[in-house]
């Protein structure tokens, strides 16, 4: 099927070989004023427009532009890797070549002209068509409604941790019941001890033998063990809702020093290594050679990294593989948690990261939350990769090095 001419040149270019020459200025004439109809509209707009040709040199830009970046109009066709280093180009352009329906969608942070947050919208210019011929680009300003987004997340942090207070005096409450109990049963067995040696001394003196037999004694110590370990058990349990509940009511500031992520790692799975094996699973790890040191908290980040662990160790319920990855782009560097268990269903992902809510039996719902916390004050931010039945990957992307204003160049 034919597409559909839908502008004034594209009915022109079928019949321009029959056009006299006030045809042709008539032509030029009417595309003169198409021209500045659609400058005019995108002067007009807020979003910033831009298009680059095959090289990825800028060709076009519109006044919105200028106050989001900076780019100033005598600019001679500036390269857009320059402008916006942030961005991944290659990647963008190979797919530009390759051809096919592909809109790219990024987002990040810039300090010149000004700090903002921008969203990007990238598509090629030719459609679906194989070849370069250019990309288009659209910036658009989500500075505010990221801060909107922002508040709205303290709001309900506030909200949440109120209910967090309760929650945890209700959870709390539980486990010391279960203390209180076998704490009494204990006691009634070591009363039973005591009664059999206080009778086996009287039964020596008059008899002159022991009648206290051992089989009663051993199973008395059996049940004393088993209560015992009930005990500590919950004693465990009630150590990890408080260590949960504090770590996510009062946050410690990030202290950054300068530290290789590699070692967080390895440090990570030293700690959690006799855990690791009881379960059965395979370790995997995969750190890059020379990975840049950067400005972290080493003790938090661990924390984040044993979150994760522990939560891919438990989906695995019959053995599986663990695997630890680490790498670094131009301005980041990342650590990758994946396992082979049985994935989050997709109306599970949304809610992952809220306060309580969990899908283990003797979950607290915190360790995500506390994961998002200490990754957002890193400036970082967290990517998360699952399929149902094959297993899940969270990716944690961290700033390379404190990031610096551009400045323009000297052009003298």
Known sequence: M???????????????GRLDTEGLQTVVQRLARERSFLETLFNTIEDGVLVTDEKG????????????????PDEDEPHIAKILPEVDWEKIFRADNAGGEHVTRHEFEIHYPRPRFLRLYAAPLDGEAKGSSGVALILHDATEARQKTFEAIESERVQALTLLAASVAHEIGNPLNALHIHLQLMEREVKKLKTGAANSKSLLRSRGKNSVTENDTAETGK???QYLDVAKGEINRLDYIITQFLGAIRPAPVQLKIASLNDVVEETLKLLGPEIENRGVTVKTKLSRNLTSTPIDATQLQQVLVNLVKNAVQAMTTGGALTLQTGETADSIWVSVADTGGGIPQEQINRIFEPFYTTKKKGTGLGLMIVQRIVRAHNGRIELDSHVGRGTTFRIWLPLHERKPRLLENKN
């Open 57 to 72: 040199r800028v060709i076009y830009f519109n006044q919105a532009v200028t106050r989001l970046i900076g780019l100033q």
């Open 223 to 225: 049940k004393l063990e």
């Open 2 to 16: 034919p597409a559909i001419k839908s502008s004034f040149l594209d009915k022109v270019l079928g019949r321009i």
